[in-house]
């Protein structure tokens, strides 16, 4: 029995194995909430968010993200919640260097790995990735919240 969040290790895998990083971001905003706005669950949310804003070449919204989520995470132990944290906070700092340069608009984006080095985390993650499926094709907007269910609650409306 491992003791991590089953919307942590969802996390996890939208990140790690997908790359889905809007995903990761509806997931961890539940937690997040869940959990009393934990800082640290808002800093993995923020790298996240930080990653999809960079790939869709949002650069303004990235550097935002990132330094915030530096500004947050930085201040835990390197081995934190069953991952290599310190590591990961290097590796969005250095995107955030990146991004920072007089030269950002070519800086090359890279979709960043979280290192698990939990064992049990590692056995948790593996087990229910059989379960989550990708979002094929990823969803570039929410499709959760009052504002979606407001939309679609119209849409049905304006269909009768």
Same mark, same amino acid.
Request: contains cysteine; proline residues 4%; hydrophobic residues 35%.
């Given at each position: 029995?491992?003791? &991590?969040?089953?919307?942590?290790?969802? &996390?996890?895998?939208?990140?790690?194995?997908? =790359?889905?990083? #809007?995903?990761?971001?509806? $997931?961890?905003? !539940?937690?997040?909430? +869940?959990?009393?706005?934990?800082?640290?669950?808002?800093?993995?949310? %923020? /790298?996240? $968010?930080?990653?999809?804003? #960079?790939?869709?070449?949002?650069?303004?919204?990235?550097?935002?993200? #990132? *330094?915030?989520?530096?500004?947050?995470? !930085?201040?835990?132990?390197?081995? *934190? %919640?069953? @991952? !290599?944290?310190?590591?990961? $906070?290097?590796?969005?700092?250095?995107?955030?260097?990146?991004?920072?340069?007089?030269?950002?608009?070519?800086?090359?984006?890279?979709?960043?790995?979280?290192?698990? =080095?939990?064992?049990?985390?590692?056995?948790?993650?593996? *087990?229910?990735? %059989?379960? $989550?499926?990708?979002? @094929?094709? *990823?969803?570039?907007?929410?499709?959760?919240?009052? /504002? &979606?269910?407001?939309?679609? +609650?119209?849409?049905?409306? +304006?269909?009768?």
């Amino acid at each position: 029995m491992n003791s &991590y969040e089953p919307l942590y290790i969802d &996390y996890l895998i939208y990140f790690n194995r997908d =790359q889905d990083y #809007f995903e990761c971001h509806e $997931v961890l905003e !539940e937690l997040w909430l +869940k959990c009393d706005r934990n800082s640290f669950y808002k800093g993995m949310l %923020q /790298i996240a $968010v930080g990653l999809y804003h #960079f790939r869709n070449g949002n650069l303004r919204g990235a550097r935002m993200m #990132f *330094q915030s989520a530096v500004e947050l995470l !930085e201040t835990y132990p390197a081995a *934190q %919640q069953g @991952i !290599e944290l310190g590591r990961l $906070v290097q590796e969005v700092r250095e995107l955030l260097e990146g991004l920072t340069d007089s030269d950002s608009d070519s800086f090359p984006y890279r979709d960043l790995t979280i290192v698990i =080095q939990d064992e049990a985390l590692i056995q948790a993650v593996s *087990q229910r990735s %059989q379960h $989550v499926k990708p979002n @094929i094709p *990823q969803r570039r907007s929410p499709t959760r919240g009052r /504002i &979606y269910e407001e939309k679609m +609650k119209a849409l049905q409306q +304006k269909e009768q």
